[in-house]
């Protein structure tokens, strides 16, 4: 298959890349951005705005599929 001779050119061709790579006992990482966070902030909620596309039922009741995988 075309696939599979792809597959074994790439891993031949990278084999012979790792080859060239020089062998290494400590490798160091330099980054600055450690602990990077943002501060949490509140969004306003509109309770209409999420309803109105909602199916609700002539009580008022909110009409949502049930999840398949319960009885």
Not at 46 to 70: F, Q
């Amino acid at each position: 298959m075309t696939i599979e001779k792809d597959a074994e050119d790439i891993i031949e061709k990278f084999s012979k890349i790792l080859e060239d790579i020089p062998d290494s006992d400590e490798t160091w990482y330099i980054t600055d951005n450690l602990n990077l966070t943002r501060e949490d902030e509140a969004h306003e909620k509109d309770p209409e705005k999420i309803l109105r596309n909602a199916n609700i039922d002539k009580d008022g009741n909110l009409i949502v599929k049930r999840a398949d995988w319960t009885n």
